[in-house]
């Protein structure tokens, strides 16, 4: 069976030619219809760059594309123009970013910034506009939906508004949702909230989620398969199952070891010690080895590769557990 989307041999650098530093190395990654995929790693592994080389949103000049297909039904997105590709952006691939009040224009109302998306991709009256979008917001359990129309983003609560980005993610019915840590900005309850509210739209909709964490308790919940990225690259891809009772990489087994305790929010086992590398100095060999207890010199000299295999179960080391 074809993926809906596929990222094949993904690399961007700070410039595109091969002598300018790559952030992104060699990713591959594929998410099934109806599935809800997951991207995890510590803060500055490139899991947003590679949500946004999905939508072709590459902060320029910054941040250039080197090389690499992002395949969606099939379809190559690299090689379609701006236009072709604002045609499927927001209406078959959406995305939920990760600070609503960043992505939310504070100068326009709620009503205008939903309204804009229904513009976008359908020839629908405003009256039927209006009639969606306060469809939508019920959908996504804003209160007084009719109301909030007419409020301005900073009117409402951080939740609030993470449930309008929803909304208008959700507006034009996409096939796939890019989900970029959609909940880091909340607070716990309304975290909860949210991640129920995506569990339920899954459910109802046949939705396909790539959904961005690096809260492995998430994951646990909402996800078919994960993917564990770690200074640019992806290290480790397999179901959640597998992966939760037998992390192969020893920096997923690390990221495993943190999550708090239930109950016990404040015992973290077993940080892994050390930070995700700087770009301008990547370690030789497996980018892990300075953090890893079982690195040997082999691990030091020599780089590891990984081969997905459909369906199963693939890891980036030379000593796996
Ligand atoms: N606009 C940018 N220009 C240059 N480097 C960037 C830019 N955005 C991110 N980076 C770098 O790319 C790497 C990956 O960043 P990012 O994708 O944001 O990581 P994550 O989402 O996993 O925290 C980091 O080293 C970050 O410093
Ligand atoms: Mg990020």
Same mark, same amino acid.
């Given at each position: 069976?074809?993926?809906? #989307?596929?990222?094949?041999? #993904?690399?961007?650098?700070?410039? &595109? ?26 803060? *500055? ?9 999905? =939508? ?14 992002? /395949?969606?039904?099939?379809?190559? #997105? ?22 609503? =009040? ?23 009256? /405003?009256?039927?506009?209006? /009639? ?17 129309? @007419? &409020? ?7 939740? =609030?508004?993470?449930?309008?980005? %929803?909304?208008? &993610? ?24 949210? %991640? ?10 046949? =939705? ?23 200074? *640019? ?20 087994? *690390?990221? #495993? ?5 239930? *109950? ?16 301008? @100095?990547?370690? @030789? ?37």
């Amino acid at each position: 069976m074809e993926a809906l #989307l596929e990222v094949k041999n #993904l690399n961007v650098g700070t410039g &595109a030619s091969e002598d300018d530093i790559k952030i992104l190395n060699d990713i591959n990654l594929y998410v099934n219809r109806n599935e809800t995929v997951a991207i995890v790693g510590e803060s *500055g592994c490139g899991k947003s760059l590679t949500a946004l080389s999905i =939508m072709g949103l590459l902060p320029i000049p910054a941040t250039k594309l080197i090389s690499g297909e992002i /395949k969606y039904e099939g379809k190559d #997105l690299t090689k379609l123009s701006e236009k072709e590709l604002n045609r499927i952006r927001g209406k078959d691939i959406a995305m939920i970013f990760q600070e609503p =009040m960043s992505s939310l224009n504070p100068s326009f109302t709620i009503g205008n910034q939903l309204a804009e998306v229904f513009k976008c991709h359908t020839r629908f009256s /405003k009256s039927e506009i209006k /009639k969606r979008s306060i469809e939508l917001l019920t959908k996504v359990r804003v209160s007084d939906p009719e109301e909030k129309l @007419s &409020a301005y983003p900073y009117q409402l609560s951080g939740g =609030m508004r993470q449930r309008v980005m %929803i909304a208008m &993610a959700l507006a034009c019915n996409p096939k796939i949702i890019l989900a970029d840590e959609p909940t880091t900005a909340l607070d716990v309850t309304i975290q909860a909230q949210i %991640i129920d509210l995506l569990k339920e739209l899954q459910q109802e909709f046949g =939705m396909t989620i790539l959904m961005i964490t690096h809260d492995l308790g998430v994951v646990a919940e909402t996800c078919d398969r994960i993917i564990v990225m770690y200074a *640019g690259e992806v290290v480790e891809e397999g179901r959640v199952k597998e992966i939760f009772h037998h992390p192969r990489h020893p920096y997923t087994k *690390g990221l #495993l070891d943190s999550i708090p305790i239930i *109950g016990k929010p404040l015992e973290r086992l077993n940080l892994i010690k050390g930070n995700v590398p700087d770009l301008n @100095s990547m370690p @030789s060999g497996c980018r892990f080895h300075p953090r890893c207890e079982l690195a040997t010199n082999h691990c030091k000299d020599s780089k590891p590769g990984i081969e997905l295999t459909s369906g199963g179960r693939s890891v980036r080391c030379w000593h796996p557990h």
